[in-house]
């Protein structure tokens, strides 16, 4: 077998990358991930640029962001256009605040019910359920 860094297959790509070979062709179909020239008669090999590729784009969906997203970061990859990732990851923080404070409103509704439905007891209308069907 060729132990090769530079010359994985497809499963010993994803081995590497820590995904599944689906997970690889999904990515060459969104155009994440460039897909090799098969020669002929052989079968298509990877390297360790693309085991760091996808490690990015794994990295990248961690912090919340969405495949386009990632796309348009892996565009901005050489490194000179900070300034619009930062853009990007500043649309992403706003995002994630946004999504903070409505777990925390979530949070205080449902800890309000919560107490509620403990300070009630016997046949009485349980506050929780009530709630939901205003």
Same mark, same amino acid.
């Given at each position: 077998?060729?132990?090769?860094?530079?010359?994985?297959?497809?499963?010993?790509?994803?081995?590497?990358?820590?995904?599944?070979?689906?997970?690889?062709?999904?990515?060459?179909?969104?155009?994440?991930?460039?897909?090799?020239?098969?020669?002929?008669?052989?079968? $298509? +090999?990877?390297?360790? #640029?693309?085991?760091?590729? !996808?490690?990015?784009?794994? @990295?990248? =969906?961690?912090?919340?962001?969405?495949?386009?997203?990632?796309?348009?970061?892996?565009?901005?990859?050489?490194?000179?256009?900070?300034?619009?990732?930062?853009?990007?990851?500043?649309?992403?923080?706003?995002?994630?605040?946004?999504?903070?404070?409505?777990? $925390? +409103?979530?949070?205080? #509704?449902?800890?309000?019910? !919560?107490?509620?439905?403990? @300070?009630? =007891?016997?046949?009485?209308?349980?506050?929780?359920?009530?709630?939901?069907?205003?």
């Amino acid at each position: 077998m060729n132990t090769d860094p530079d010359s994985l297959t497809i499963g010993a790509f994803a081995k590497a990358a820590g995904v599944n070979v689906e997970t690889i062709r999904f990515y060459q179909l969104k155009g994440l991930l460039p897909t090799p020239d098969r020669p002929y008669g052989s079968i $298509r +090999r990877y390297g360790s #640029a693309d085991v760091a590729r !996808v490690k990015f784009v794994k @990295a990248a =969906q961690r912090l919340g962001f969405s495949l386009d997203e990632i796309g348009q970061l892996l565009k901005l990859e050489d490194g000179t256009h900070c300034s619009e990732a930062a853009e990007l990851a500043a649309l992403r923080l706003d995002d994630v605040r946004t999504k903070l404070s409505d777990l $925390r +409103r979530i949070e205080a #509704a449902l800890s309000t019910l !919560v107490a509620e439905c403990h @300070a009630h =007891q016997g046949n009485v209308s349980c506050p929780l359920i009530a709630a939901l069907h205003c």
